[in-house]
């Protein structure tokens, strides 16, 4: 006998949401596994970010269901995930560390040792005390992961994080990344444009196109032999604009 399948940490069912009459996302149905690294493609306007505020709870959905872990309530979900969208966002007069005070006020507070393991974790103590307003967009970014995990998530996600980094702030983010699932056993879902980072990173993937689903599975099983990703993600869209246009 087989045993049960364990629920996914991310599904989504069916989910849809329009501005006034434009539909941005349609029908959508994601699933993301325990330990997944999964890449969320998509040209610009698809709907990806969109998405990822209908999952974390900051804009209502139209229709559908997210389920984090197998249930549908809203207040578990939230317990459950962090996320970074459109940018982390701080007070630049202040440290690094009187951010995360302040964000972790929000939420209830938490201790200084919290801190300390989160300003570790994001190779961020030694510049703690400096204001933010000192910092590279590469050490803000992984303040904004800091941020994301003061609640210990178990599901993180993250919009665009390499986006406007130099070659050394992407690998940092890479490595970052890495550590999130190899070391504190997270799931992130993950929104980026610089595809040859998703394709060093993710184990799965899902590319959105017009608000819906052309593609999901592991990333192994969507490349044909001799691609990388950026050829199969370039291959798929463009099979689905070929076909509209039929």
């Not at 990344?177 to 060093?200: A, K, M, P, W």
């Not at 993937?205 to 993600?233: C, H, M, N, W, Y």
Request: proline share 4%; net charge neutral; glycine share 10%.
């Amino acid at each position: 006998m087989t045993e049960p399948r364990q629920p996914w940490v991310l599904e989504t069912r069916n989910l849809r949401r329009c501005y006034g009459e434009h539909v941005v996302v349609e029908g959508l149905n994601l699933t993301v596994g325990k330990g997944d690294i999964y890449g969320f493609l998509g040209p610009n306007g698809a709907g990806k970010t969109t998405t990822m505020r209908m999952i974390l709870g900051l804009i209502a959905r139209d229709a559908g269901e997210v389920l984090v872990f197998g249930s549908a309530d809203p207040i578990k979900a939230r317990a459950r995930i962090g996320g970074i969208v459109e940018g982390p966002r701080f007070y630049p007069y202040l440290s690094g560390r009187e951010n995360l005070r302040i964000f972790a006020a929000y939420s209830g507070g938490c201790e200084e040792q919290r801190l300390d393991e989160l300003l570790e974790l994001v190779r961020l103590r030694e510049r703690c005390l400096d204001r933010v307003s000192t910092y590279s967009l590469g050490m803000r970014q992984r303040l904004g992961i800091a941020q994301a995990l003061l609640n210990a998530p178990d599901l993180l996600l993250l919009d665009e994080p390499s986006n406007g980094l130099d070659p050394k702030g992407i690998r940092e983010m890479r490595e970052l990344i890495l550590r999130l699932r190899d070391e504190n056993g997270l799931t992130v879902f993950v929104s980026s444009h610089v595809l040859s980072e998703l394709d060093r990173l993710c184990n799965r993937i899902g590319i959105l196109q017009d608000g819906r689903k052309v593609a999901e599975g592991p990333t192994a099983e969507l490349l044909r032999d001799g691609e990388d990703l950026e050829s199969a993600f370039l291959r798929i869209t463009a099979q689905v604009e070929g076909a509209q246009i039929k």
